[in-house]
């Protein structure tokens, strides 16, 4: 886990000036592309779903609720005195900055960003690495269940262990994927390598030959990078035959 945690601080680092890109905000950018990006990333269905909700702007926060006419307090239940809008919600509040810090993505929000919260979302969607886009994600989903708990069940959790909470669901997932990808692809997988998907926009062939009692069967298989399988074939050779 540690050895994780530095490697996606580090992968961040590195993309950390995509931040400062002009996406010209999420309406301009097709919204089927991030959605289909979404679906292709290893984290809940319900991750992808509270992510797809940001960037429609429907989280309904207390200024949102207010707006439509419902009778709520309008104030972040930990600021008081300050709108509960979606960007003081997502990284203006101090306690956002503590989360968000405490995750594994280590970000430290500077008091001048140049962007809204959607479109430093979507570019990360659109652009970061893959590995850290699921950190984002499941950042993002367990800093919604903080929230919730803090604005209708009137639990004030800790943002440290909010993120922990995060750290551990998200690796949790991710190991459970990983051991259903290994199961039922057709490939034999070594007890110490799990196969991982291809790039995006990549395809991976694998062969892989095997010796039977009938001899020897050969195996092909193209796999796209959401694991889908393109094409498969299978030939099997009776007799003694070289590999
Ligand atoms: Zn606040």
């Known amino acids: 886990m540690v ?3 530095f490697m996606v601080k580090s992968a961040y680092r590195c993309i950390k000036d995509w931040q400062r890109r002009d996406m010209a905000g999420s309406s301009s950018v097709g919204s089927s592309l991030v959605w289909k ?7 809940l269905p319900r991750q ?8 429609c702007k429907a989280i309904p926060t207390w200024q949102r609720l207010w707006n439509w006419g419902v009778a709520c307090p309008l104030w972040c239940p930990r600021c008081d005195g300050v709108v509960e809008c979606l960007e003081h919600l997502m990284w203006e509040c101090s306690w956002s900055r503590s989360f968000w810090f405490a995750s594994p993505l ?4 500077g008091s001048d960003n ?8 979507t ?5 970061a690495l893959v590995d850290v886009v699921e950190w984002v994600c499941g950042s993002c989903y367990g800093f919604g269940r903080a929230r919730n708990l803090a604005c209708f069940e009137g639990k004030l959790v800790d943002a440290g262990i909010a993120a922990i909470v995060v750290v551990h669901e998200v690796q949790e997932y991710q190991k459970v994927r990983a051991s259903l990808q290994t199961r039922y692809t057709s490939l034999p997988t070594s007890a110490s390598t799990i196969w991982q998907f291809p790039p995006r926009g990549k395809a991976e062939l694998n062969v892989d030959d095997d010796q039977g009692s009938g001899g020897w ?8 990078d959401e694991g889908s399988v393109l094409a498969a074939v299978e030939r099997t050779w009776g007799g003694l035959c070289g590999g």
């Open 114 to 121: 140049q962007e809204d919260f959607c479109t430093w979302l």
């Open 3 to 5: 050895d994780g945690f």
């Open 217 to 224: 069967t050969r195996g092909v298989v193209i796999q796209n």
């Open 37 to 43: 990006y979404l679906r292709k990333l290893n984290i």
């Open 48 to 55: 992808a779903h509270f992510i797809w909700r940001i960037l």
């Open 106 to 109: 280590g970000i430290m929000w």
């Open 123 to 127: 570019g990360m969607i659109l652009e």
